[in-house]
């Protein structure tokens, strides 16, 4: 489905609206509940806005993901043209809005447990499953895949060679901003 007949499917259908928020649902659950609390800053703008939330904690990852999906929208628009983006800007919009909502309303400031092998099964379960369920419905989160369709147009690379290579640089930035344990994904135990 081309992404400029988006809105229009999504409006004309009830379920599949609800659906989406559903998956944008899960996926911020993932983000709010395991990633950010545990710094799995795996890749896209969620990655991205955990980094910089950990050198700025005044803002929170909710607003850096708003800020930073606003500005790669406007980089899409000029980029990829305006149908590209009908449904991108509600997805990663209220994707933006559904972290933000979870970190006022249910604030955490350590992970739910001790057991960060656990936790990174949940960070990465969650998003996943929430992001299937949006991309079967014709629809994108925003972010870095707006970086791959880009690339993918002006290059030779495909977008997912892209999408693994900008997840790539944002892991080896959490690497360096936490830890080589966190830009692996999770706290490998020391040996004495």
């Given amino acids: 489905m081309k992404r400029g007949l988006f ?3 999504i409006l004309a259908s009830k379920k599949d609206f609800m659906l989406i928020n559903l998956g944008l649902l899960i996926v911020a659950v993932g983000v709010h509940f395991f990633k950010a609390p545990n710094h799995f800053a795996i890749g896209g703008t969620t990655g991205v806005s955990i980094i910089l939330s950990s050198f700025f904690p ?3 990852v909710g607003t850096f993901m708003f ?3 606003a500005l790669l929208i406007i980089v899409g628009f000029i980029f990829l043209g305006k149908n590209f983006t009908v ?3 509600y997805s990663s919009m209220a994707l933006s809005l559904f972290i933000w ?6 604030p955490v400031t350590q992970p739910l447990t001790d057991d960060k092998f656990l936790e990174l099964c949940f960070a990465v379960i969650l998003p996943a499953v929430g992001s299937g369920i949006v991309f079967n419905l014709g629809a994108s989160t925003g972010g870095t895949d707006i970086v ?9 690379l495909e977008i997912g060679k892209a ?4 997840d790539f640089i944002i892991t080896i930035a959490a690497g360096l ?3 080589a344990a966190s830009g692996l994904g999770f706290n490998i135990p020391t040996v004495l």
């Fill in 67 to 69: 800020i930073i999906n």
């Fill in 163 to 166: 999408l693994l290579l900008s």
């Fill in 58 to 60: 005044t803002l929170n």
């Fill in 7 to 9: 809105m229009k499917h």
């Fill in 148 to 156: 791959a369709m880009i690339l993918s147009k002006r290059t030779s």
């Fill in 87 to 89: 449904g991108t800007i």
């Fill in 177 to 179: 901003t936490y830890s």
């Fill in 101 to 106: 909502l979870l970190e006022v309303l249910v």
